[in-house]
């Protein structure tokens, strides 16, 4: 209440049944907290203001009452958090205040506005919070000060009605006093909630220890999971009763407290008791180290390492003192921490933010106890902790007692040796990547210990370990692995030997390989290339190829300072095992090893894919296979100009490399489209050279390969057909018709139709080549009972641009068009049955202007069994298509007419073609 304020109460009844308060303020300014009435179900508490009244449920309100008769009403957080609502009942009409931001002014007339709080009024709403600290704290002493200056200054009422006021009646009303408060912060206690103690800790925080007990006392019996949230609060406040009071009841209460946070263990528990720790005296430390180390009856609680892990992040220079002046404490405190860890990276990181901070008798009696701890279930947490060490302060590394860091480095590989070989306790973190990081991130000397160990224990197993281990290291630190080179030549050589023994041949070992060889000086390069070319034999046969190959695509500058016998053995390697791929020989392996030695052939420099080239000639002597056909193929795929810089370099060898590939190519389809592929891409002269070797080869039962080959050409790369040498085209085309005049004749079967290869020609190539395609095909048809012509006239027929094709060629010259006429002739010639008339009769139908010329010419020209054909030909046409014949019939009289009126001889020619007499007579 502000001064002259003044208030009826009407009505007050504290009870279960009926609770209630009613009352009305005269005048003046007034702050009302509820309590326990309004906070009830059933309780019912009224404040009238003039001509308004506000029903209060569960807050706090302030209501200024103007002289003028204006009211200014607004609502705020009580002491434990909580926002009610104000219902205000004004002028008949009601209204609810829930903001805690707003102000509602009441006007005389009972008309209400809504405004903002200002900040005046926002502060006035704070310091009500210390006023009710104030008046609900319990200080016995002060409440006898300010009685006994009560009576000097004669203000102090006869509190015991003995009809004297003297000393006695200050403890009378001292105790009632207290009691009183006692009962107020009895309320407090019973609203104040676990997530807001901040009001009940205020309360304690002010009050003498006498009454810090009790209250204390009665939250542990009472509401216990207060405890953490005041003890934290008393703590931020540097609390003297919990941090630092002496006596025997505060002794005993401090206990009870440790005790239920350690029993009651939440998230915050650790963080709560270092906060203690870090403010309180060497007794109270002692208590909750002995809490946590004693009391803990949670056999799953890592409570001890959580509290040293926050403690020395938080605290270093306690723990420091602490250290030296209650060594005992925290010796307990670190065994019990080390005990409950895990291995796992989470417990290994809380050791670590210990050994951070900690002095060297701390670091070694936590690293000790580490060790100890370091075996079965737990045979990782050395490792973890190693990691953990150098990650967050690798110095600390050095101040570690050499016999157990020698103990810790084996327990690490010990357990990656476990996890690579699937023995003892599996955990879900990879000792690979954790040996590697402790090697990279240590001081020389311990990473070479730890290579030490690894190769002791390397002896007898023959898991990647090692080999993983050393990629790792360069994937990592680029220079680490030549420095520890320098320091430990011996050492790291061992762990090159070990890790290239056990490798297999895989794509996956191959580039932990490679990752080793991009970032290593060239003496250990060579040293593990070496140890490649002895290993690749037998079941590791294609290890030097997949290395090789792993090089090339990550740096393949390492290439040019490999020893150069060491990389002709490699070379060597690669080659024999793709070779026995090929034959189906030796280890056969997943991968595609003809992809491998191009890729490197490719992706290598010039003198390496040569030595490639060279060996792979050499390898092919005796062989029949199509590996060279492949390899070849596979380079001019992947890149367009390498053959060529390789043609310019070494013509000789790939000259060489082309003669083999044709020579052992087969007559497939398959072997004519890698043939393609070469010449789709390859030099003028590497493509004459390649032709001339398929003109070579195409004899016998590889006779088809010609034409073959010269379908795949026109289909992926016609253009190249008018590269070839005058003699080179004539020789594969004569071939190619050769073949399908053979297949014709049914001396020789083939998957596919070589008529069509040859129609195929004729429609892609240039008017010159079709002209040598058709009088070469011409020349064998004659020769020939079979319908090889006809087979080659069906096929053109099937090609979008066929007609416009043989016009344009008929176009070139006479012989061109003879050779059309001939070829269209000849078809007909090769008509057998009624199923050929209608072949054809379909191909005239559908044909233009151009074919149904040439069949109306080469019907006038021929006298033999062909005009019969040609008849029953037009006559289907008539009797299908009627408009079609009169379509070939007027355009053939119309250019009869033209021709003869150009040159008449007598008038009676043109009567035979006309229908009227167009003579004057």
Do not use: C, H, W
């Not at 931001?101 to 007339?109: A, C, F, G, R, T």
Request: charged letters at 35%; a negative charge.
């Amino acid at each position: 209440m502000k001064e002259l304020t003044s208030i009826n109460v009407s009505e007050f009844e504290n009870s279960k049944k009926n609770p209630k308060l009613k009352a009305e303020l005269v005048k003046g300014k007034i702050i009302i907290e509820s309590g326990s009435i309004a906070k009830k179900d059933n309780g019912e508490m009224i404040v009238g203001v003039t001509t308004s009244s506000l029903g209060l449920r569960g807050t706090r309100v302030d209501i200024d009452l103007k002289p003028s008769g204006k009211s200014n009403i607004s609502l705020a957080k009580d002491s434990f958090g909580n926002v009610g609502v104000i219902e205000v009942n004004s002028g008949g009409q009601t209204s609810n205040i829930t903001s805690t931001e707003q102000v509602l002014e009441i006007s005389e007339n009972n008309e209400t506005t809504s405004r903002d709080k200002t900040e005046e009024e926002k502060e006035e709403a704070k310091s009500v919070g210390e006023t009710l600290i104030k008046s609900s704290k319990i200080d016995e002493e002060e409440i006898i000060k300010q009685l006994q200056q009560k009576l000097q200054d004669g203000n102090l009422q006869d509190a015991n009605n003995d009809g004297v006021v003297d000393g006695s009646d200050v403890e009378v009303t001292k105790e009632q006093i207290t009691n009183e408060k006692k009962q107020n912060i009895d309320f407090i206690v019973e609203n104040s909630k676990d997530e807001n103690t901040e009001f009940l800790s205020d309360v304690i925080n002010q009050s003498d220890e006498k009454s810090t007990v009790e209250v204390i006392e009665k939250i542990i019996e009472g509401k216990d999971n207060l405890v953490e949230g005041v003890v934290e609060n008393l703590s931020d406040k540097d609390n003297k009763f919990l941090t630092s009071s002496t006596s025997e009841g505060a002794g005993l209460i401090k206990e009870k407290i440790f005790e239920t946070i350690v029993a009651k263990e939440t998230d915050k528990s650790a963080a709560i008791l270092s906060k203690v720790m870090a403010k309180a005296d060497d007794a109270t430390v002692a208590s909750v180290i002995n809490n946590i180390t004693e009391k803990n009856t949670n056999e799953d609680s890592k409570l001890s390492l959580k509290v040293m892990a926050d403690f020395s992040e938080k605290n270093p220079e306690k723990l420091e003192t602490l250290s030296q002046n209650n060594a005992d404490q925290i010796e307990k405190l670190t065994i019990s921490a080390v005990e409950k860890a895990e291995s796992s990276k989470e417990d290994a990181d809380l050791i670590a933010k210990v050994v951070a901070v900690a002095n060297y008798e701390l670091v070694n009696k936590v690293v000790e106890e580490v060790s100890k701890s370091s075996t079965e279930e737990k045979q990782t947490l050395s490792a973890q902790v190693l990691k953990a060490i150098v990650d967050s302060n690798s110095g600390k590394i050095d101040i570690i007692n050499e016999d157990v860091k020698d103990t810790m480095i084996k327990q690490t590989i010990e357990s990656a040796q476990n996890q690579a070989e699937g023995t003892g306790v599996q955990v879900s973190e990879d000792m690979t990547s954790i040996v590697s990081d402790i090697i990279v991130n240590t001081d020389t000397e311990t990473g070479s210990k730890m290579i030490e160990e690894l190769n002791n224990s390397a002896a007898d197993k023959d898991n990647d370990l090692s080999l993983k281990v050393i990629s790792d290291i360069s994937e990592k630190d680029t220079t680490k692995l030549n420095v520890l080179s320098e320091n430990n030549k011996e050492q790291i050589e061992k762990l090159t030997e070990t890790a290239i023994k056990n490798a297999d041949a895989s794509e996956e070992s191959a580039e932990l390989i490679a990752k080793v060889v991009a970032v290593s000086s060239d003496e250990l390069v060579n040293k593990v290339v070496e140890e490649v070319s002895k290993s690749s034999t037998e079941e590791k046969q294609t290890l030097s190829a997949q290395v090789l190959k792993a090089i090339v695509d990550s740096n393949s500058g390492k290439i040019d300072i490999i020893n150069e016998d060491v990389k002709d053995t490699m070379i060597k390697q690669t080659i024999e095992s793709a070779q026995n791929q090929a034959e189906g020989t030796g280890v056969q392996v997943s991968e595609d090893m003809t992809s491998i030695v191009s890729d490197i052939i490719v992706n290598t420099d010039t003198e390496t894919g040569s030595k490639m080239i060279e060996e792979l000639n050499n390898s092919a002597a005796d062989k029949d296979n199509d590996l060279s056909l492949k390899v070849i193929s596979d380079i001019s795929e992947k890149d367009t100009t390498k053959l060529n810089v390789l043609s310019e370099n070494n013509k000789e060898q790939i000259e060489k490399l082309t003669e083999t590939a044709i020579k052992n190519a087969d007559a497939s389809e398959e072997s004519a489209e890698l043939i393609a592929k070469v010449v789709a891409v390859s030099s003028d002269e590497l493509v004459n050279k390649v032709v001339e070797e398929v003109s070579k080869s195409s004899t016998e039962e590889k006779q088809t390969l010609s034409a073959q080959v010269m379908k795949s050409i026109v289909e992926t790369n016609p253009e190249k057909i008018e590269t070839l040498s005058y003699k080179n085209k004539e020789t594969i085309i004569n071939q190619t018709i050769e073949a399908a005049k053979n297949q014709a004749e049914n001396v020789i079967k083939n998957d596919t139709d070589l008529s069509s290869v040859v129609s195929k020609i004729i429609i892609n190539s240039n008017e010159n080549t079709s002209l040598i395609v058709l009088e070469n095909l011409n020349d064998k048809s004659e020769k020939t009972k079979s319908s090889l012509s006809l087979n080659v006239f069906k096929n053109l027929a099937k090609e979008e641009k066929f007609e416009e094709k043989i016009e344009s060629i008929s176009k070139k010259s006479v012989i061109s068009e003879n050779a059309v006429e001939k070829l269209i002739e000849k078809s007909i010639d090769d008509i057998k049955d009624s199923k050929d008339i209608t072949v054809v009769k379909d191909i005239i139908k559908k044909g233009g202007e151009f074919l149904s010329k040439k069949i109306v010419e080469i019907d006038k020209k021929t006298k033999n069994e062909n005009k019969s054909k040609i008849s029953k030909i037009l006559d289907n046409i008539i009797k299908e298509d009627p408009k079609k014949a009169k379509e070939i019939i007027k355009k053939e009289k119309k250019k009869e007419i033209q021709k003869k009126i150009k040159k008449p001889k007598k008038i009676i020619e043109i009567k035979d073609v006309i229908d009227t007499n167009i003579s004057a007579n």
